[in-house]
């Protein structure tokens, strides 16, 4: 992951990156939990990446996604992690952790899912240090604000 251009120091980016982890640690723990046989935590945490991806997906697409691909040099960029968002969160919906190709396709999903995030990390969230005005950053960030309620306005940890 990208630790240079400073992108991490943002609030907004900031919180994309903590949901990030959260998710890849929800991933890893059902992998782990599916090793050990426990198909009842395992599922628990798919549920939770299910649900921490929407709203995370929300505030990116709605948001930071929406404002650089207005920009054509992003857009195709960006109109391929939506379709990824697409793909994993259909899996998701019917995901069957009894079904040993499901178990299977969870593990590809979850490789796949490392690297969309270092697609954003490593090259949409560097490129938006630039790429943004303040307006469109205000954009992007209230496009967040609406889809983590829960959080009361506020960007940061």
Not at 68 to 97: N, T
Request: proline share 2%; aromatic share 8%.
């Amino acid at each position: 992951m990208c630790h240079y251009c400073g992108c991490r120091d943002i609030p907004l980016i900031k919180e994309f990156i903590a949901e990030h982890e959260s998710v890849t640690d929800a991933a890893g723990g059902a992998l782990r939990a599916l090793d050990s046989g426990d198909r009842a935590l395992a599922a628990e945490l798919v549920a939770r990446m299910g649900r921490e991806l929407r709203a995370h997906w929300q505030g990116e697409e709605l948001g930071l996604f929406a404002v650089m691909s207005a920009d054509s040099e992003y857009a195709g960029y960006i109109d391929a992690l939506v379709r990824e968002h697409r793909e994993l969160a259909a899996f998701l919906g019917e995901v069957d952790l009894n079904r040993a190709e499901d178990v299977v396709r969870l593990r590809e999903a979850v490789d796949e899912l490392y690297h969309h995030i270092a697609k954003e990390e490593d090259g949409l969230f560097p490129a938006s240090i630039t790429a943004l005005s303040g307006d469109e950053w205000d954009r992007s960030m209230t496009a967040w604000r609406t889809a983590h309620p829960e959080a009361g306005g506020g960007l940061g940890r």
